[in-house]
């Protein structure tokens, strides 16, 4: 039998909403269902109604919990997975002093498997069925990245990055090298399963005027692949990097002169664009991705919302790991909400769910595949429990509403609140908590003060 009936309370998003009222824009049933076969999709709805004409198939109860399509996370670092809360420095020096000494590890084979598979058990653990992510320079990193998500059947997005100056030597490759890794590994990893590749040449400051060159080729020969790199993130940077290029009008020009703007160029950060740089991503439908966790962390600043709506910017959220301090999409929305409320705007709990879910999917061009529970898509699912942790049980007793679950879900949420996953189908979550070697209390060596 490989039919499968979760049960529960199902929300899904259809549309964007307009408000926290809008109604219009998800489909929620109380007691709902999700019938899914080989991996896909086959009904979503009321369970009265699809129970009967599925009577062959098992039956998993997970009442009273939100039945939702899997967390889509658009922008992080599987390298960094060990170098998250590092502490005391803003973006350049936080990159020399830990990130490029981190990143040298991944140069052997089993380091790089070791630290993909526990990545990928870490975003399931926090319901992300999908993320784009950059690896190190290495392409022991890419095949230890791909292997891992093909072994979890996960849907994921990557590419080494790119970066031939201002790093250690041990993490430069050239533009031919680059290059060449380049082709050979979207020849072996884009398009086999799930897995789609991202061309990522890290920033400007890190490759060369020949090395964009080499960059702009690769999207100009493989149209089917993202492109992901950073832009004006931090103030430093953008000074460093317009000094690298100073015919380009701003940091945006760097990478529109080469090219390299399009529907599925992702940005990571763009916290410190001016109209007109905003206007050139809207042009060109790039996609700016909004990292709070990060921004916060790193002292890097705040991303302005409204005005990337008002231009007609693409926008997409992410968690930035190791930058950012966690993978959970949840704990990321909640910092969200923070980010975008110091400056007088609003983030209703329901356009943050849409966010993570189909408003990523939107952003990827993935919306037929994951983002929603729709009929032909993807079984990609979360289910959450808001009242996993005591202080939640202890709010939800006063909440009336579909609005103020999410929301507690959203500020007070984390991997606790994940009950289940599934990938294509397959439970997740279940498995990864029973695999997982837990942690065995030990004697602590003595700590010294500072």
């Known amino acids: 039998m490989n039919k499968l009936i979760l049960r529960g309370r199902v929300l899904t998003f259809v549309e964007e909403p307009t408000s926290i009222d809008d109604q219009s824009a998800y489909n929620y049933f109380e007691d709902g269902a999700v019938l899914v076969e080989d991996g896909k999709i086959v ?9 009967p004409v599925a009577a062959d198939a098992k039956i998993v109860d997970h009442r009273p919990n939100l039945i939702m399509p899997g967390f889509i996370d658009t922008h992080l670092h599987f390298p960094q997975t060990q170098a998250i809360a590092s502490y005391g420095a803003q973006l350049l020096e936080w990159l020399n002093t830990y990130i490029f000494v981190e990143e040298q590890k991944f140069s052997s084979t089993a380091h790089a498997d070791f630290i993909a598979g526990r990545f990928m058990d870490e975003l399931l653990r926090n319901g992300t069925t999908s993320a784009v992510a950059y690896c190190s320079v290495h392409r022991e990193s890419v095949d230890a990245y791909f292997t891992a998500a093909e072994q979890r059947g996960m849907l994921m997005i990557g590419g080494k990055v790119m970066m031939d100056r201002n790093a250690p030597d041990a993490l430069r490759d050239t533009p031919q090298s680059g290059y060449d890794d380049t082709k050979a590994l979207i020849a072996k990893w884009h398009g086999r399963g799930r897995a789609h590749y991202a061309i990522s040449p890290r920033f400007a400051i890190t490759s060369t005027p020949r090395q964009m060159e080499m960059s702009q080729a690769l999207v100009r020969e493989h149209p089917e692949c993202y492109v992901q790199t950073h832009l004006s993130e931090n103030r430093d940077e953008i000074a460093f990097a317009t000094s690298l290029y ?141 009242k996993a942790k005591p202080a939640m049980e202890l709010r939800m007793r006063t909440a009336t509403t579909l609005a103020e679950e999410l929301f507690i879900l959203q500020t007070m949420g984390d991997d606790r609140s994940v009950a289940e996953v599934y990938v294509a189908g397959k439970p997740m979550k279940s498995r990864i908590d029973t695999a997982t070697p837990q942690v065995k209390a030990r004697a602590l060596p003595e700590l010294q003060t500072a």
Request: some cysteine; overall charge negative; proline content about 2%.
């Open 246 to 386: 100073p015919s380009a009008k701003d940091y945006t020009d760097i990478y529109a002169g080469y090219c390299l703007l399009g529907e599925k160029m992702l940005l990571g950060h763009c916290i410190f664009l001016s109209d007109r740089e905003i206007s050139v991503l809207a042009e060109t439908k790039s996609v700016a991705v909004f990292c709070p966790t990060s921004n916060l962390f790193l002292g890097s600043g705040l991303f302005d919302r409204d005005r990337f709506r008002s231009l007609g910017a693409r926008i997409s959220v992410a968690t930035d790991v190791g930058g950012g301090t966690s993978f959970s999409m949840l704990e990321t929305m909640s910092e969200a909400y923070k980010v975008l409320h110091v400056q007088g705007q609003r983030l209703s709990p329901f356009a943050s769910y849409y966010m993570m879910t189909l408003g990523n999917a939107r952003a990827l061009g993935l919306e037929d595949r994951i983002g929603s529970l729709r009929t032909g898509g993807d079984a990609d699912i979360v289910v959450l429990d808001s």
């Open 43 to 51: 009904d979503v709805g009321e369970y009265a109604a699809i129970a």
